[in-house]
């Protein structure tokens, strides 16, 4: 292992990514609330997920560890039924959309998933689930856009589409103006070992 390596990390989480459709239908509910509230860091519509386990800063040796059981977990399982729907936030500060659908069947691949990093000998900060995919950010002297956003998609209702993929996803958690980016470690396919 070389020097640079052993103290590099990487910040990673365990996700599903909704399809394009669902999210360019989102966005086009979005556009008045993209013109309103200019203000709001707005993440990028290629970057919305829901996460399933957040696993924090990771030494970057680590992450090839979850790979082999990542994938067979998500070969056994079938794809999940979801939608996005409504809108909320939290502490008047995040912008989020619901999550619609087959939630128990979301609840338990979250709670096997976080089992699999626990055996993996990965730990990590264990929160709720609750289901959501992020939209915004306020700015720390705007208390109000939010709370008006989440309320102009109260009667949001997405059609329904499956999560096809679990995805390992990896972050550079940036404190500056600019949104958050995110890129896929890997993905694998739900119900790729089924007959």
């Not at 979850?66 to 936030?89: Q, V």
């Not at 900060?125 to 709370?147: F, K, N, Q």
């Not at 500056?176 to 070992?193: Q, S, V």
């Amino acid at each position: 292992m070389n020097e640079r390596n052993q103290h590099a990390t990487v910040r990673v989480f365990i996700a599903l990514a909704p399809p394009d459709e669902a999210k360019q239908e989102l966005e086009r509910e979005l556009r008045p609330a993209y013109d309103a509230y200019r203000r709001m860091r707005w993440n990028r519509i290629e970057d919305w997920h829901i996460t399933l386990a957040f696993l924090g800063e990771l030494p970057v040796d680590t992450v090839p560890l979850l790979r082999p059981p990542l994938a067979e977990l998500a070969a056994a399982r079938p794809p999940i039924r979801l939608a996005l729907r409504g809108g909320g936030h939290f502490d008047e500060r995040v912008l989020w959309t619901g999550i619609d659908g087959d939630l128990d069947g979301l609840h338990r691949l979250a709670t096997e998933v976080r089992a699999l990093v626990r055996g993996c000998g990965v730990s990590f900060v264990e929160r709720p689930l609750r289901p959501h995919l992020t939209l915004a950010r306020s700015r720390r002297d705007d208390s109000t856009s939010v709370v008006e956003a989440a309320a102009s998609l109260a009667g949001f209702a997405g059609r329904a589409w499956e999560a096809e993929r679990l995805h390992l996803v990896g972050s550079n958690f940036g404190r500056g103006p600019g949104p958050i980016r995110y890129r896929d470690i890997e993905a694998w396919n739900f119900g790729a070992g089924q007959d």
